[in-house]
């Protein structure tokens, strides 16, 4: 399984070099998120079945993950509005509808109580959102709704992924006795929600977006209170590689905040480029 996972990434790695070189600007990022950020995802959240066999389905998944991820790829050569450009990007989005359904299979079987492991199923959610915005994007010739389609799906791709695999994968590492406050459950829970709040304000207004921004903000700030205070220490090079990424995590929080008030305000103080 390692063996098969790190061969996977050194073909991503090769294709994902090869796109960089053919696509122009923030695509690059986008592309980032799938080469590299969905397969990962799916190699650390594996299905063991009761006879301790894996799960078909998720093999399944991973093993098409390539090709869907060279058809978006080559969708972003052509250009946007055009036909080719939309019906391959389709692909894509069917694929991340796939990995929903794996979300939701997983929250089935498993039940609701654990959220730590609800949030990274949301993940899952949010890469099937990032892929409709994708496609809508790549069907969209008009160059103001591209460009917000094109931000919702970068966010999608990156922000409400990344954020929501952080607090699952921390939170297994917080000890029990934590977990079962209603403050601990309700930040989890606004952390999961605020980035569809966010990317709902992407694709509409300011304030919308800036609402999402500012639960975001007080709930990762209070998560990085948990971490800090209660993360278990049993390995001290992963005690402090989680902190260090809390902290990233908190300052990019607050960074986002300021900038969605500056343009409440019409100004503009980090463009979109320079953002991300």
């Known amino acids: 399984m390692k063996t098969s996972f790190f061969g996977n990434i050194l073909i991503s790695t090769f294709l994902w070099v090869i796109f960089v070189l053919l696509v122009d600007g923030l695509e690059r990022v986008l592309l980032v998120s799938i080469f590299f950020l969905i397969p990962i995802l799916l190699s ?24 869907l991820a060279v058809t978006i790829g080559t969708a972003l050569l052509f250009s946007k509005g055009s036909i080719i450009s939309g019906l391959l990007s389709i692909l894509w989005a069917v694929f991340t509808l796939a990995l929903f359904v794996y979300g939701v299979r997983r929250f089935l079987e498993r039940g609701w109580y654990i959220i730590e492991e609800n949030a990274i199923d949301t993940s899952f959610l949010y890469a099937h959102l ?23 799906a970068i966010h999608f791709h990156f922000t409400a992924i990344v954020s929501t695999v952080f607090i699952g994968f921390v939170g ?21 929600l605020s980035p569809l709040i966010i990317g709902i304000g992407i694709l ?9 921004l500012w639960i975001y903000t007080i709930c990762i700030s209070i998560y990085s ?44 103080w980090i463009n979109s480029e320079q953002w991300i």
């Open 204 to 212: 509409t207004g300011p304030w919308i977006q800036n609402v999402g």
């Open 44 to 67: 650390l959240t594996p299905t063991i079945k009761r006879d301790e066999n894996s799960s078909s389905y998720h093999a399944f998944l991973l093993k098409s993950h390539l090709y």
């Open 225 to 268: 209170y948990f971490v800090f205070l209660h993360v278990e220490k049993k390995n001290t090079i992963t005690s402090i590689c989680i902190q260090l990424s809390t902290i990233v995590m908190s300052i990019t929080t607050v960074l986002s905040t300021i900038q969605g008030i500056f343009q409440l305000q019409g100004h503009t």
């Open 172 to 192: 297994r590492l917080l000890p029990l006795d934590q977990k079962i406050g209603h403050v601990y459950r309700w930040v989890v829970r606004g952390t999961m």
């Open 130 to 152: 990032g892929g409709i915005t994708l496609s809508l994007y790549c069907f969209t010739s008009d160059k103001m709704i591209s460009h917000h389609l094109f931000m919702a």
